[in-house]
């Protein structure tokens, strides 16, 4: 059973990109899953999630009209497409999944290893 994040890299502001969570060893279409991103020397906040029924939840206001999650269920993949981005969405990316099926920040049963965001200025 294994999360694995993918996509990061480094950017400019206005920029944008796709990040991936492929799932191995489970469905995702069953679960909730989320993206979570820390910034250097802040604590790790979540950014959005999308249930078992592909409702959205932001979980910040920073990421609204600007961070699309989407399911690929053929694939086992999620996306996050992030647009405009700016310097403080620097950080990295973590993709979560909980087989509850609904989206709350915590908790998650499993985690990818992460992948770096960097955006410059």
């Known amino acids: 059973v294994q999360l694995q994040a993918s996509g990061g890299g480094l950017v400019q502001a206005g920029g944008s990109l796709r990040l991936s969570c492929v799932a191995s060893?489970?469905?995702?279409?069953?679960?909730?899953v989320a993206w979570f991103r820390q910034a250097p020397g802040k604590e790790r906040e979540g950014a959005l999630c999308?249930?078992?029924?592909?409702?959205?939840?932001y979980f910040t206001d920073s990421a609204k009209g600007r961070f699309t999650i989407s399911r690929d269920n053929a694939k086992n993949i999620v996306h996050l497409e992030m647009n405009m981005l700016t310097p403080e969405d620097t950080g990295v990316y973590y993709c979560?999944?909980?087989?509850?099926?609904?989206?709350?920040?915590?908790?998650?049963?499993?985690w990818g290893q992460g992948t770096q965001v960097t955006v410059s200025s």
């Open positions: 060893g489970f469905d995702l279409d069953y679960y909730a």
């Open positions: 979560a999944a909980d087989p509850r099926g609904w989206c709350e920040l915590s908790p998650y049963d499993h």
């Open positions: 999308l249930s078992s029924s592909d409702y959205t939840t």
